[in-house]
């Protein structure tokens, strides 16, 4: 699988960031290691021409679990150059064991660049690229707001404002205006904005260049005030929402909450009523909550503040009672026994619920596991089985525990064990012991690095083969394993 990263990675950068025969200017180095929030170095300055990019994620710059990351520039994100199409697959055991270059010509402005790898989408960062020959723009961006739209003697807006934010930059240019109505939050500003709630407002606003300069916040106030009314004859509209946690045909599950809501254009939005199982008619202030089980029905209206009533509407559902009883977990060991109790060769663990829905269980000081089937443990000493279940609503059962020992089955499958302390591959020593198995052989032995292999790719197969079929056996950990399958990778058995 590693062999195959490595030709991707070969492929996707000849793709991609093909080099440019001319000499590049500048180097600019990104390197990666185990992490998955951010790259471990990265350049924040550059200036613009041709540029010899370097991205090494590789055991030197600290990888020690293979993972592969990217180096991918951004042509999409707006506020950013597009003009550098980049994307680097590098892991540390590609063709390249990890370092990569490529020519790119950078212009003047801000690059935008990230790790596309699904879970790593932390790993992102800005470059700002000057022209080399001027002085680096510093000043911030004037900007200023004003407020139109038709007015009273006292100046008020009537009906509406409409507010214009406009930005100026002699350096790099305006990146960025923003604007925050009333004690809104700051949002980006796109076209202007109309104002029609009535009473005193306060418009905030700034901008940014392309340098990053953001300047002083100001500020525009004014007061909306309404038109003169005319007659309201149109009752409000009113709707309810139901939310809750649904069975299968719909019921829900311990409660149900109404949340009405209405609106009126008009003179506004008076009152909302609500009448439950024919009960009479309420003020409504909060979402209802229902958790009597059986069929319900709710009826609601609105009021406006012209007196208007909206025509009665209705809801119907159901609550039914939720499941808070935990299934119960049976966990059984079976195999042959020696007359001290302990299991020969193998000990077979069973694992039952009483009801559907996911079982798991955990050996020795192992994560829990999805169980599917009976779990053989071939490990020789001696081991703890954890077992729960977890039933279609939730519901999780108590542990159940099960400790027993394992030890040789005197067979003699190995009848010249290679005892060595720890596993050795091509001359590489793991530094992981070389535990004695339930046949008489060793880890050492299944490994057999000396049998015919069709190429190096089958030997590392057949090893990771070998391995993870000891970690369900609980004879190596996750850990030990990987150090064994990345001393496979490296040595050249079969090439």
């Known amino acids: 699988m590693k062999r195959l990263v490595a030709l991707v990675c070969a492929a996707l950068l000849v793709l991609v960031a093909a080099p440019a025969p001319a000499v590049a200017a500048q180097t600019l180095t990104w390197t990666a290691d185990n992490s998955v929030t951010a790259y471990r170095s990265v350049p924040t300055q550059a200036v613009a021409g041709q540029t010899t990019v370097v991205f090494e994620n590789s055991e030197a710059t600290g990888n020690t679990t293979g993972m592969p990351h990217t180096l991918t520039f951004d042509t999409s994100t707006e506020g950013y150059n597009h003009d550098v199409n980049l994307n680097i697959l590098a892991n540390p055991f590609d063709a390249n064991n990890g370092r990569h270059e490529a020519t790119i010509t950078l212009t003047p402005g801000r690059y935008r660049y990230f790790c596309s790898i699904p879970g790593h989408l932390t790993m992102v960062g800005e470059l700002v690229v000057t ?5 680096p723009d510093t000043t911030p961006p004037t900007v200023a707001a004003q407020a139109a739209g038709t007015r009273d003697g006292d100046g008020n807006y009537v009906g509406s404002a409409s507010v214009t934010v406009t930005a100026a930059d002699t350096g790099s240019g305006v990146d960025t205006i923003e604007y925050a109505l009333d004690g809104a939050a700051f949002q980006p500003y796109t076209a202007p904005v109309t104002v029609t709630a009535v009473g005193e407002h306060a418009v905030r606003y700034r901008a940014t260049d392309k340098e990053g300069n953001a300047s002083a916040e100001g500020s525009l106030a004014f007061r909306v005030v309404e038109p003169a009314p ?12 139901l939310a ?12 149900a909450t109404a949340t009405l809501t209405a609106a009126d254009d008009d003179s506004g939005v008076a009152r909302i009523e609500y009448s439950l199982d ?5 003020a409504y202030g909060n979402p209802v909550v229902v958790s009597t089980a059986g069929m319900h029905m709710l009826h609601y209206r609105a009021t406006d503040n012209a007196g208007n009533t909206s025509a009665e509407q209705m809801s119907h559902f159901t609550v039914v009672a939720r499941d808070t009883t ?10 042959t026994q020696n007359g001290d109790g302990a299991y020969l060769g193998l000990a077979t663990v069973t694992v039952t619920s009483s009801e559907a829905g996911r079982i798991e269980y955990a050996l020795d000081s192992g994560a829990w596991t999805t169980y599917n089937a009976p779990v053989e443990i071939r490990g020789l000493g001696a081991h703890t089985v954890r077992a729960r279940a977890t039933d279609a609503a939730g519901n999780t059962s108590a542990e159940k525990t099960a400790t027993f020992t394992v030890t040789g089955s005197g067979t003699g499958a190995c009848p010249v064990p290679d005892t ?19 046949d008489g052989c060793t880890v050492n032995d299944r490994i057999a690095e000396y049998d015919d292999y069709a190429d190096h790719a089958a030997f590392v197969r057949h090893v990771e083969t070998v391995t993870a079929a000891l970690v369900t056996g609980g004879t190596l950990t996750k850990r030990q394993q990987g150090t064994i399958v990345r001393a496979a990778a490296r040595s050249d058995i079969g090439s």
């Open 230 to 241: 005319d007659e309201d004859t149109t009752p409000p509209t009113v709707t309810a929402q």
């Open 278 to 282: 024919g009960g009479a008619f309420t």
């Open 326 to 335: 935990a299934p119960t977990v049976s966990l059984s060991v079976a195999g």
């Open 244 to 255: 809750g946690d649904r069975d299968g045909d719909g019921n829900y599950l311990g409660t």
């Open 420 to 438: 060595r302390a720890t596993v050795v591959i091509d001359g590489f020593d793991t530094t992981v012991r070389n535990y004695a198995l339930s």
């Open 131 to 135: 022209d080399g020959g001027t002085t």
